[in-house]
């Protein structure tokens, strides 16, 4: 067989604080996006169950909180993004959305907390953090003397997530609980210097944590005390893509629009505001959609495949063994003619595989939709 | 790093058995299924397929990526073990007793020309560096 030989230079990668503690721990390391970041701890799918059935810790501190401070925060990010910010007026709400180019094409995809009139928080994805900010800081332009826009890379960033998740960060950190008990899903609150959100990328209930770097390593150790266990990379992608979540680079990029990639509910076309890329989504109806596949045959399903439905070719972006399910899923982009329920074929080397369209998310709070 | 002494090695990662009724076993390293981590599936030759040495015949995945393997020696396929089909985490959990499959080999004596167990270590550590 053929083992890509690691060998990168160590010194050119971007690391959280928690990488010292990645390293103790004898996690797999891999460059992610330029970061250097645990692929997993010993067994990736063991993480992954671990997830499903108690509760792990992910370190998502490469993603990059960004600050709108101000007034005008809620106009200018009301032109931005494709989702509408109006839809926050609860403190502490959260909104998942794309950030679209003119085309209307995906230039990231990003949740926003609204916590008062003058403090919105983004976060966005690790590799395009940079070309966001590029971006976004262009927009802003001109957008007036009520608009700071601030990168907190001095914050770091904690996923814990599963069914026992919650319970077991308020045995780690008891002096957060009043504040965050009633959270519901996509609401953030401030309590010990820390910014807790309940919100995640596996399909399963939890908190995403932003607290001051230093403060990380503590953070991790108290909630490993607690039986948290530490997940890798690789755990976080088979859990998200069962749960049906795209990502970015994968699934969509600056050559899809939102409509083409499963995110039409993301995009609020109905109200009169003006955002980016608006005229074009108008403009042109989609000719491909995006969809999920479960492998009849054996095998797996991998990014890049081809499949052949009776209304045209497509590809999968995403695909992998699901551990939950025991077989092999993908998310697919296809003619918009093929519908839930078709068999379509996968080229997998020499073969054609058969599989199913079927609709997504696979599973969902520990329990099987498909 | 677990490389017995006894068996041979290939430059590609698998290692090749040379059993007491005159066949070659034939699975992949230990430092192969590290890499590539937790194994899911197994696609094994056809029984009766003649192989050429270094031929294509099998592919492993693990949850990461797919993978190929390649015969060390030239030889018939005689028998593939079927409990890696339900079972493919057996190469994880003891490489060099989850046999992929069994040749008959055209030469027995083209196994002295595969890597010794310490050749294919000091290729290891040259492939880490």
């Not at chain 1, 250097?36 to 993480?47: N, R, T």
């Not at chain 1, 979540?245 to 509910?265: H, I, R």
Request: net charge negative; charged share 25%.
């Amino acid at each position: 067989m053929e083992l890509r030989p690691f060998c990168f230079l160590e010194a050119m990668l971007k690391q959280t604080p928690l990488n010292p503690v990645h390293r103790a721990l004898g996690a797999k390391m891999v460059d992610f996006g330029g970061w250097d970041m645990p692929l997993h701890y010993g067994s990736q799918i063991e993480e992954h169950h671990q997830v499903r059935r108690d509760a792990g810790m992910f370190d998502v501190s490469h993603m990059l909180a960004v600050d709108f401070l101000g007034e005008g925060g809620r106009t200018f990010l009301r032109g931005l993004i494709a989702n509408n910010v109006d839809k926050l007026s609860l403190p502490g709400k959260a909104l998942y959305s794309c950030l679209l180019d003119e085309a209307g094409h995906v230039i990231d995809d990003l949740i926003v907390y609204f916590m008062r009139e003058g403090w919105f928080r983004m976060v966005v994805n690790a590799g395009t953090a940079d070309k966001d900010l590029s971006w976004i800081g262009g927009r802003a332009r001109g957008a007036g003397k009520d608009l700071e826009i601030t990168p907190r890379r001095d914050l770091a960033m904690i996923a814990v997530q599963g069914p026992n998740a919650r319970a077991k960060f308020w045995q780690a950190m008891p002096g957060t609980r009043t504040v965050t008990q009633n959270l519901k899903v996509f609401q953030a609150a401030e309590a010990e210097g820390m910014f807790i959100a309940r919100t995640g990328y596996t399909g399963e209930d939890g908190f995403e944590i932003m607290l001051p770097a230093a403060k990380a390593e503590e953070l991790w150790n108290r909630l490993a005390a607690c039986g948290v266990k530490p997940a890798g990379l690789g755990a976080r992608d088979t859990l998200r893509l069962e749960a049906g979540m795209n990502l970015y680079g994968q699934d969509m990029d600056e050559t899809v629009t939102p409509f083409e990639s499963g995110l039409a509910w993301t995009v609020d076309m109905n109200s009169p505001r003006d955002f980016v890329g608006k005229a074009a989504l108008q403009q042109k109806l989609p000719a491909r959609q995006l969809v999920g596949l479960v492998l009849v045959d054996r095998g797996v399903l991998r990014s890049h495949q081809k499949v052949i439905t009776p209304s045209g070719e497509g590809e999968i972006t995403s695909g992998t063994f699901s551990p939950t399910l025991n077989r092999s899923i993908a998310l697919a982009r296809l003619p918009v003619g093929a519908k839930v329920g078709d068999e379509v074929k996968v080229e997998v080397r020499d073969k054609r595989l058969a599989a199913r369209v079927v609709k997504y998310p696979f599973v969902r709070n520990g329990k099987a939709l498909v | 790093m677990s490389i017995p002494a006894e068996l041979k090695y290939t430059k590609t990662h698998e290692w090749a058995r040379l059993e007491g009724d005159g066949l070659v076993s034939v699975g992949i390293t230990h430092h192969a299924q590290e890499l590539l981590g937790d194994m899911v599936f197994v696609e094994n030759p056809q029984v009766g397929r003649k192989l050429g040495a270094n031929e294509e015949c099998a592919v492993v995945e693990s949850v990461k990526a797919a993978s190929d393997v390649y015969a060390p020696v030239a030889g018939e396929v005689v028998a593939v073990n079927g409990e890696l089909e339900g079972a493919p985490q057996k190469i994880n959990e003891d490489p060099y007793g989850a046999w992929m499959f069994r040749l008959k080999p055209a030469n027995p004596a083209d196994l002295q020309g595969l890597l010794t167990a310490a050749q294919y270590q000091e290729q290891v550590e040259s492939e880490e560096h």
